[in-house]
């Protein structure tokens, strides 16, 4: 008879649980078929409205300042890859949130094996992500997805100029308060991505292109 109750009440339990355990299984599927397609709505109540998708400029800038960190790749000069494409993940800001002027600023030191290849060969890629963000998590949509916007930007990785400096440090530190106490002994600098190419994803059928002119002068809204 024990047997008989413990399986009736598995029965009724199972019964009453189902329909809770469909909705998590079907929801982030309906996620991954798109959602989203028109204009964006934000995905969460810390997260700004993202731009409409047809302003590819604004949903670059946007993307840049809202994202920390990045993958630059540059062109090895390490032996038995040299020559060969390496990306390396880089800390980075371009201003305080809401308020960024579209110039990737990075913190770097000698001592980094990116750096040595960018002292013989100043050209890299710098890809950023919505992935990074809680945008892509809540509607389920995979960072290698269009619908999980990111960005490409190409061009020169270069110090920045004495007249620019405070600008880096306060766009860097403001973002990264940690990088104020790494070792002085690493000769850290301040540096930035001289962009003169620019590719947006953020839908189906392939990137948008952009032009650094278009990319700078875009108003935030």
Known sequence: ??????????????????????????APARGRGGRGHEDWDAAELL?????????AALVARFVTNLCDWGALATISTQE?????????????SDGPPGKGSGVPYFYLSPLQQSVGNLQENPYATLTMSLAETNFCRKYGFDPQSPLCAHIILSG???????????????SLFIRHPEM??????HNWFFAKLNIT??????????????TPAEYYNATSQ
């Open 197 to 210: 190419n620019i590719w947006v994803l953020d839908y189906f059928g392939g990137p948008k292109i952009v």
């Open 80 to 92: 038995g890859v040299r020559g060969r494409p390496f990306a390396d993940v880089l800390s980075l």
């Open 156 to 170: 020169t990785v270069i110090k920045v100029s004495e007249t620019e400096m405070d600008v880096a440090k306060n």
């Open 1 to 26: 008879m024990a047997g008989c109750a413990c399986g009736f009440v598995r029965a009724v339990l199972a019964f009453l649980l189902a329909p809770a355990l469909v909705t998590l299984l079907v």
């Open 180 to 185: 104020k106490t790494w070792p002085s002994s």
């Open 47 to 55: 997260l700004p409205p993202l731009p409409p998708r047809e302003n």
